[in-house]
C-alpha cells in the first residue's frame, strides 16, 4: 500500500471502529471543510495558478471518500446484525451536535449572504435594502428559536449570520472595497469602475447592491496604470477583495 494512502486507509477504519452515531457525526465533521472549500474559495485565474493548485481540494476529496467508505461499511455492518433503531442515532443531546450544527448553520448563512448579493445585483435601495434584509432576517431568528433543538441551533445561526453579514455589507463595504483597492500597487495611478464605465456611487459599493455585471465586465472592475501597462482586477465576493482579471474588455482609465 502506498505511503501516501495509508492515513485516508486508517482514517477510513477510525470511522468504521466508531459506533455509527458517531460515525455520522465524524462524517458530517470531514464533509464540512470540502463543502466550505467549493462554496467560499474563490475561482483563481488560470495564470496565478501555481502546480500546487487543486491539492487542498483533492485532499479534502480523499478526506471525505474514505470517510464516506468508512462509515458506509459501519451501517451495512449494523444492518447485518440487527434492524437500524434510527431514533437511537440521534436522541442522545451532544456538544459535538451543537458545535456541528453551529458550523453548518454559519456556512449556510454566508452562502445564502451570497446568492441573496448576486441575485439583488443592480437594484436601487442602497442601504435601505440592506436594514430590510437585515429585519427579515432578524424576524427568521425569532422564528427558528422554536424549533428543536438542534435544527434550532443551525437554523438560529444562519439566520444571524445573514443579519450580521448583510448590516456589515450595508454599511462598511463601501469603505472595504476603497481600502482594498488602495492596496494594490499603491502610489500608481487608478480607477475603479462599474460595467458601464462610470465610476461607482457609494450605493453601488454596498454588499447587495453592487452594479450588475456585463459581458467581459465584472460588476466592478479596478484597473492600475504603471510602468508596466494596464492590470485589471474585479471585485470578489467570496474572497472580498480583488482578484486578477484578464480579459476586461473595458480599455485603461479614462484621461481626467
Not at 448579493?117 to 432576517?137: C, E, Q, S
Not at 494594490?184 to 456611487?201: K, M, N, V, W
Request: aromatic share 10%; with cysteine.
Amino acid at each position: 500500500m502506498p505511503v501516501t494512502v495509508l492515513p485516508f486507509v486508517l482514517l477510513a477504519i477510525a470511522v468504521f471502529l466508531m459506533p455509527l452515531n458517531w460515525g455520522l457525526r465524524a462524517w458530517a465533521a470531514a464533509a464540512l471543510p470540502l463543502v466550505w472549500s467549493k462554496a467560499l474559495t474563490p475561482i483563481t485565474p488560470y495564470l496565478d495558478q501555481d502546480i500546487f493548485h487543486g491539492l487542498q481540494d483533492l485532499l479534502l476529496w480523499w478526506v471525505f471518500g474514505f470517510a464516506t467508505l468508512g462509515v458506509a461499511a459501519r451501517a451495512f455492518w449494523t444492518l447485518a446484525k440487527a434492524p437500524l433503531d434510527w431514533s437511537a442515532l440521534s436522541r442522545d443531546i451532544l456538544a459535538p451536535d451543537y458545535i456541528l450544527a453551529a458550523v453548518y448553520g454559519l456556512l449556510a448563512g454566508v452562502v445564502a449572504t451570497l446568492l441573496l448579493a448576486a441575485a439583488l445585483r443592480g437594484l436601487p435601495g442602497g442601504l435601505a435594502l440592506h436594514l430590510a434584509v437585515a429585519g427579515l432576517a432578524s424576524v427568521a431568528v425569532y422564528a427558528a428559536m422554536r424549533l428543536p433543538l438542534r435544527r434550532r441551533c443551525l437554523a438560529v445561526t444562519a439566520s444571524a449570520t445573514l443579519l450580521c453579514l448583510t448590516l456589515v455589507g450595508g454599511v462598511t463595504y463601501p469603505q472595504i472595497i476603497l481600502s482594498r483597492a488602495e492596496t494594490i500597487l499603491p502610489g500608481a495611478s487608478r480607477c475603479l469602475r462599474t460595467p458601464e464605465g462610470s465610476t461607482p456611487t457609494s450605493d453601488q459599493l454596498r454588499l447587495l447592491t453592487l452594479p450588475m455585471a456585463e459581458w467581459r465586465r465584472p460588476n466592478l472592475v479596478l484597473t492600475v496604470m504603471n510602468d508596466g501597462g494596464q492590470r485589471d482586477y474585479r471585485w470578489s465576493y467570496r474572497s472580498n477583495g480583488f482578484r486578477s482579471y484578464y480579459s476586461y474588455a473595458g480599455g485603461p482609465c479614462p484621461v481626467s
